[in-house]
């Protein structure tokens, strides 16, 4: 288990006049640099509160995109009563059948559940569970609920909710249990926990505009056996494919074996498949310092405070859309990076990846691409 210190930090939204913080996870695995086993030892916690909890229950888990997508992803794939997973997404899937709904204090404020195929497996599970890294106020969620029992109102359906932080007050959980909808978390903390502390620090003025010129030439390969975690998926298949994915990665991977660091990057919502590769990569050779991070829709300001945990930024276009900005936070230097994604590769987004990498002395890149695009 770890401790609460471990597991907040609390960074400035730029621009975002309903919630100017934000709480960052540092072993979460999105905006800072983390072993991927440690953040799949925090997620093994979770799988613990769902299996002690549904004991007798077989559930669809529901992951939140963007930052809880690895979160869900690997409980699900841990967890002997999860049946059923997928995230919501803020993606456009074609042919998807969505519900939609907003999170009030988001810079991206539209999410989107696609319910394909739920028809075919609401008779079978006992309970929808959500995953998240942090719950407020639950009121996204229980808009969620409200949309799902609207489509369905001749099913009795039940649900409940897991978090690693959960700041609602006694009166919200009281509320919530006494509609049977459980509210498990590692950690209770105040609502607007130390939030002032954003307050306490000089910010540099970030740079705006992504960079494009770049001079590193990049492998890339291309793995099938895609399964897309925003769509509703079964969990034995999710775990095979996975399974299977990282295997064909490490066997093509030559240069591993002569790369002291490694990084993994996944993109935006795509994080546990990278995850997993990482994981595999750890315990193959353990003398290796290996770190997974993802790149983020979150605009957050950065300091060189040495109590803040996000130091740079570098701006990018998108991997899935050249007219989306994103992010990536706290680069550093490394003998190998692996960009881990399921876009088809907007150019502009890999040009600006790949430009920020190389601002960092990162000049060993490789794309590995899993997405139904794949052929290999």
């Not at 497996?121 to 995953?131: E, G, H």
Request: proline share 3%; aromatic share 10%.
């Amino acid at each position: 288990m770890y401790a609460l210190e471990d597991l907040i930090t609390v960074a400035k939204r730029e621009n975002n006049t309903k919630r100017k913080y934000l709480y960052v996870n540092p072993v979460q695995g999105k905006h800072i640099p983390v072993s991927p086993s440690a953040s799949m030892r925090l997620f093994a916690d979770l799988t613990e509160k769902i299996e002690e909890r549904y004991q007798d229950e077989k559930l669809l888990l529901i992951g939140f995109a963007e930052t809880a997508t690895a979160i869900g992803a690997s409980i699900a794939y841990g967890s002997d009563n999860v049946a059923y997973y997928m995230n919501t997404s803020r993606e456009e899937i074609s042919g998807a059948e969505y519900l939609f709904f907003t999170e009030a204090h988001s810079h991206a404020t539209e999410q989107r559940l696609a319910v394909n195929g739920f028809d075919g497996i609401l008779d079978q599970i006992d309970r929808i569970v959500f995953a998240e890294d942090e719950v407020t106020t639950g009121n996204t969620i229980e808009n969620i609920i409200r949309l799902l029992r609207k489509r369905y109102p001749d099913r009795s359906l039940n649900f409940g909710i897991v978090s690693v932080l959960n700041s609602m007050s006694d009166e919200r959980l009281a509320e919530f249990e006494r509609q049977n909808i459980f509210c498990d978390f590692l950690y209770r903390i105040p609502f607007q926990f130390r939030i002032d502390s954003v307050e306490h620090h000089s910010y540099l003025k970030p740079q705006q505009d992504p960079i494009y010129e770049t001079h590193t030439p990049v492998d890339t390969m291309k793995k099938s056996g895609y399964w897309n975690s925003r769509l509703l998926a079964d969990v034995a298949d999710i775990r095979a494919r996975t399974d299977q994915f990282a295997k064909s990665v490490l066997s093509n991977q030559k240069n591993i074996e002569n790369a002291g660091s490694i990084l993994i990057l996944g993109t935006e919502e795509f994080m546990f498949p990278g995850m997993m590769i990482g994981c595999e990569i750890e315990k193959r050779w353990p003398d290796k310092t290996v770190r997974f991070h993802a790149t983020t829709r979150s605009p957050i300001e950065v300091s060189q405070d040495p109590d803040y945990m996000l130091h740079s930024r570098h701006p990018l276009a998108s991997m899935y859309d050249n007219d989306r900005r994103t992010f990536i936070y706290n680069l550093e230097r490394y003998d190998l990076v692996l960009i881990v994604t399921d876009a088809e590769v907007c150019r502009d987004g890999l040009d600006s990846l790949v430009a920020a990498l190389e601002m960092h002395g990162n000049s060993n890149i490789t794309l590995i691409q899993w997405g139904s695009f794949s052929n290999a």
